[in-house]
């Protein structure tokens, strides 16, 4: 069978022609593995697959439409995020339309959170509900002629039904159990992206080829804005993890790895084991890596340990700076938590970035602005900040649903991919112009003050250290001032806003 695997197209795209820096550097910078772990499974039972990441190569939905009737599919599968969804319908569409023979299966985090919202355009055939590996394959093989639909465990799709007001109604089949024992999984079909269409955001590249990998599945933690919240926690073996290395030096010529799993340092032992088997094959002298924290797990000599195995920065979720706000969000930490990590994590020469929201159900305008001097008190080198989003199955739209009222408006129902740098919840008391404001001045606070300058400044190492920060120069521009080419003078005022608070404060 001919199975095609598709990354939809990005929303500004199909409405502008381009992308932003935000979403280009934040949101696509690295190869979709999900999909690719599907495509290995399928070539290792001796399918033909090929994979388009349309995000990635900026296609709009023409040109992906093309590419996969160039393929000549038997079968096609498209991922989707909810911040994605509305674009993916509009490509399952022209899918249906260009090949109406050709059946399409719907999978990824959207499709299993709110299936019947999902599938509810006719342009999918199937939706895979959870994990898609061995579901995709099953799948495949139904469409070759093998087995029922109806046997294949963890699925969902249309049935006639004259008494339901849609004409139809959804049946799910048997859940699909956990496959827990991951280091059976064949490593993610790398070679079927082209590997030059990926860069990190420049203050993240640290070595190119740089290429994104996962050691672990799902989160333990029950973070309120998470879709990922409390999924269960399963795990690679050290041994297969540095084998999955060895094997991107090797075949690719890798330099840097992000760990992109949700929760890297969820278990002190796994992450010595880990590091102690790059140290013991001198992995760690051939690639340098990154990867995600909790404060709570993390102490200095494990971090140590990370550091002398190759590991030059680690990324902290924080979210806030008033422990009010984290005890609401159920992150499980505390601000003097966070600041002895990362503390730790910057003596040890970890370089800490942490990820940060605004516009948090309880947050006021003093919290915010609490937040933002938190985060300049505390030896961080980088921060991404986000504006709260009230995603579909999270414990914050749970309580929105119960006592939304308590705590602020929703001024914008989309949930695209512009989600997260525009408002679609303000709690009471603000306006979304304030909640945009603050989080330009978030970024501009943290970044423009000397120390901020000179940690950056103390990284640039060559011509190319020198290229990455002019590159750099539009994404910051935008989560600056909104703005992809600001003049010289509004650098000036800002920095010079800068100063005049910084004096002020002495």
Known sequence: MRVILINPPIDSVLENGNVSPVTQFLFYNSAPLGILYIAAVLEQAGHTVACVDAAAELLNIDGTVQRIEDFKPDVIGIGSFTVTFETTRKLGAALHAAMPSVPIILGSYHVTLVPDDAMADPC???????????????????????????????????????????????????????????????????????????????????????????????????????????SGYRSHSPEYVVDELEHMIRDFGVRDVAFVDSLFCANKRRVHAICDEMIRRGVHKKVSWTCSSRVEVVDKPLLQKMKDAGCWRTRFGVESGHDDVLDFISKGITTEKVRKAITAAHEVGLRPKAFFMVGHMPDTRERILATIEFAKSIPLHDVTVQINTLLPETPQLDIWKREGDKWGRLVNTSTDEKSFWEPTFVPWGMEPEELIELHRRFYREFYLRPVTIARHMEAIKSWRDVTKYVQAASLFSFLFFDQERPSLSMWKQALKDRLSGQAAAK
């Open 124 to 230: 999918f055939d199937v939706g895979v509900l959870g994990e898609g590996e061995f579901t995709m394959l099953e799948l495949v093989e139904h469409y070759g002629g093998k087995g029922s639909l109806s046997e294949i465990p963890g699925i969902c799709y249309r049935v006639d039904d004259a008494t339901d007001a849609r004409g139809w109604r959804l049946h799910k089949t048997a859940p699909r159990k956990k496959f827990k024992d991951l280091d059976k999984l064949p490593f993610p079909a790398r070679h079927l992206l082209p590997p030059n269409i990926y860069r990190p955001i420049p203050v993240d590249d640290h070595s190119f080829p740089k290429f994104a990998m996962v050691s672990s599945r799902g989160c333990p933690h029950a973070c309120a804005f998470c879709q990922k919240s409390r």
